[in-house]
């Protein structure tokens, strides 16, 4: 939190271009497809999720500094959040649209803002509680045991407030964030990550196996233009968001040129949240599948060009130097 406070407002800003400007941009061309407008407004917010790990890895392996590097990071942060507010509206709203029996206006649009929020509270609030059962005394092993158990207590209460509205979407993610961000905010608690790591691995395994299993390969063929076209305007509409952000608060040239490179990898929440589409909607809409499929294949696309885009940015940017590589 500390190191968010430097230039906050120019983050928040450039996010909000960037992962709005791939929500409503993607979101068109899919409509342009015959996609309902819901559906293809719903696979937009989706498109606006950046997979964080390609990038903070380059980073991270390269030992990368400098203001871009920070700005990098910083919008990577609240890309996520912001983009699985508009997925968790648009997924209760295609919801909405798909039940003709709702069509109350505060259930389909603000009921999802505000439950949502009421989870990152949530959420925060446990941070706040594990920050006060964790004592250094603690084994490594009790540690790991009340991070998980807490975590999904958290995941669990999701469950229950989803109960008040079928068509309502809640993100167990957003709350899980900010159980993360308070608990090392208060106490600077940096070995609990690699614990959870390590812990979650296998997790993380049988997660993109499921997905796989999920993966359609014959309606690859139905959807071979239209995956072309997300894979492509993805890019494009992130790219040009990060710039007319950039522009708007007057950033430094680099981050104007090459912030877009490393938003461009895209897989894990990515997938999680077709996952989701397809878990909530499958049983009463194909496009459910289509989502899917649309997702996963171009994920691992992303996947295969998104680290290279996040080096290179870096290296241009100037956070990445002959020095780094050699160290």
């Known amino acids: 939190i500390a190191s968010l406070k430097k230039g906050l407002g120019k983050i928040v800003v450039i996010t909000l271009f960037e992962t709005i400007f791939a929500t409503v941009g993607v979101g068109l061309l899919m409509w342009a497809f015959n996609l309902p407008i819901y559906i293809a407004l ?3 917010s989706i498109a606006a999720t950046t997979s964080s790990v390609s990038t903070m890895m380059t980073i991270k392996q390269y ?9 990098t990071l910083k919008v990577i942060a609240f890309d996520n959040i912001i983009s699985l507010i508009l997925f968790s509206l648009m ?31 949530i959420g925060g609030f446990f941070g706040f509680i594990l920050s006060k059962i964790i004592t250094p005394n603690r084994t490594k092993d009790n540690r790991l045991i ?5 975590n999904l207590f958290l995941v669990g209460i999701c469950g229950l407030l989803s109960l008040i509205d ?10 899980s964030m900010a159980f993360g961000v308070i608990y090392v905010n208060l106490t600077k608690d940096s070995k609990i990550v690699s614990q959870l790591s390590d812990f979650g691995a296998p997790i993380t ?21 239209i995956g072309l076209v997300y894979l492509v305007s993805r890019v494009v509409f992130k790219y040009l968001g990060s710039i007319i952000g950039a522009l708007v608060t007057k950033s430094n040239k680099n981050v104007i040129k090459y912030l ?8 894990g929440v990515s997938i999680g949240l077709a996952s989701l589409v397809a878990t909530s909607l499958g049983e009463i809409t194909p496009y459910a599948d289509t989502i899917q499929s649309i997702i996963i294949a171009t994920g691992i696309i992303y996947e295969f060009i998104g680290p290279a885009f996040a080096k290179l940015s870096l290296k241009l940017a100037g956070g990445l130097t002959e020095e780094n590589i050699k160290k």
Do not use: H, W, Y
């Open 205 to 225: 395994l049988l997660f993109f196996v499921r997905s796989g299993m999920s993966f359609n390969l014959p309606s690859l063929l139905n959807i071979g233009l």
């Open 146 to 150: 009340l991070t998980v158990a807490m």
């Open 63 to 71: 030992r990368c500094t400098g203001e871009f590097v920070e700005t």
């Open 42 to 44: 719903l696979l937009g």
């Open 260 to 267: 877009g490179m490393p938003l461009i990898p895209q897989a």
């Open 91 to 121: 997924l209760s709203i295609s919801k909405a649209n798909l039940d003709s029996s709702s069509n109350n206006v505060f259930l389909t649009i603000f009921l999802p803002i505000l439950l949502n929020i009421l989870i990152i509270l």
């Open 166 to 175: 079928k068509n309502v979407s809640l993100s167990p993610l957003l709350g």
